[in-house]
């Protein structure tokens, strides 16, 4: 083996084609997908917690995925904001084939059928106490009645055109139950995206203002969504999503879970996504804000830093920025 000075490793990063030439990752518009927030209303409402993110009503949205689809992002996930009236303690309103969310799928369908959907399965922006599930009487969430509504929530997104369904919730079995309800429903092209090792984090406060579920929850999520000081169980939940008909996992946050993202593709070789979640876009934004870093740099870095831990795409409210600046 050469040495220095032989060997100088500066060589090849000295110019700006050779530092392209070498690149190990790339980062494209291809590898995003663009979360949207959908709202009754027909005004664009800002979220104060997202400075730079919307509540979008029908017409917004469909203007949003004309806007990815012209920025070559391949894929959009929706959450809806559900207005208070429709809250329930047992979330009932998720399966409602004319909910916010169906009626924002087909809108997107009907105007963009070349852009790709992907649904969240999960009870919270639909409880009254917040929860991605059913509570019983000492606030714990049930698991198989859980189970059981979700099921029929990705089958109601699934009949509105959703691409993809993403269950969020993390109760046990439930990646079975819906696939095997899709199948018998004659979905068999639409995928199942598991958020299979997502973390009890600090950083979806800003999430929860943007679909209404802040102020409602009572307690924290720490009895279904994992404890972050755990690795090796996050590839139990992969391994078990996978075996129960998963088409591709997600870590969740982003970069404060690196590492659960390298181990997941290491040991299974399946497609891994990232969401990049709310609190991390927060935090980026405070960045840039009072001059402790450039946004677009930070952006591209952070991106880049889940293709190189080994991602398919990522879920990052940055993705229109992102694309533009990768277009360019
Ligand atoms: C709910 C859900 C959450 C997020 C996506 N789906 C919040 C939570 O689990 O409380 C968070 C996304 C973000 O913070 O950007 N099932």
């Known amino acids: 083996m050469s ?20 690149a190990e990752t790339v980062i494209t518009p291809a590898d995003l997908i663009w979360p949207l927030f959908v709202t009754e209303g027909t005004d664009e409402e800002p979220i104060a917690a997202l400075p730079g993110v919307s509540r979008w009503g029908l017409n917004g949205i469909v203007a949003r995925a004309r806007e990815a689809r012209d920025l070559g992002i391949p894929c959009l996930a929706l959450f809806p904001n559900t207005p208070a009236g429709l809250r329930t303690e047992d979330g009932r309103e998720a399966t409602n084939p004319d909910n916010l969310m169906c009626r924002a799928i087909r809108a997107i369908k009907d105007a963009v059928p070349e852009i790709g959907v992907l649904t969240d399965v999960a009870l919270d922006p639909y409880t009254s106490h917040g929860h991605d599930g059913i509570v019983d009487a000492a606030g714990y969430v049930l698991n198989d009645e859980t189970s059981a509504v979700l099921t029929e929530q990705a089958l109601v997104q699934a009949a509105a055109g959703a691409d993809i369904v993403a269950p969020s919730d993390m109760m046990d079995g439930r990646v079975g139950q819906i696939r095997e309800a899709l199948e018998e429903a004659g979905h068999r092209n639409v995928q199942i995206m598991a958020y299979a ?15 209404g579920s802040r102020g409602l929850l009572k307690g924290d999520k720490k009895t279904y969504q994992m404890d972050p000081a755990n690795a090796e169980e996050a590839l139990r939940e992969v391994s078990l999503d996978l075996s129960e008909g998963a088409d591709s996992v997600m870590v969740k946050p982003g970069l404060p879970y690196l590492d659960i993202i390298l181990r997941v593709k290491n040991a299974f070789e399946v497609p891994v996504f990232a969401y990049q979640v709310s609190g991390e876009y927060a935090m980026i934004e405070a960045a840039a804000a ?27 409210y940055h993705a229109p920025l992102a694309a533009r600046l990768l277009g360019a």
């Open 3 to 22: 040495q220095y000075p032989a060997l100088r490793l500066r060589r090849t990063r000295a110019s700006a084609w050779s530092r392209r030439l070498h």
């Open 290 to 316: 009072v001059g402790a870093g450039d946004r677009e740099v930070l952006v591209l870095e952070t991106l880049l830093a889940f293709k190189r831990a080994g991602c398919s795409g990522v879920l990052s």
């Open 197 to 211: 090792a997502k973390y009890a984090s600090g950083f979806y406060g800003p999430f929860r203002d943007a679909v």
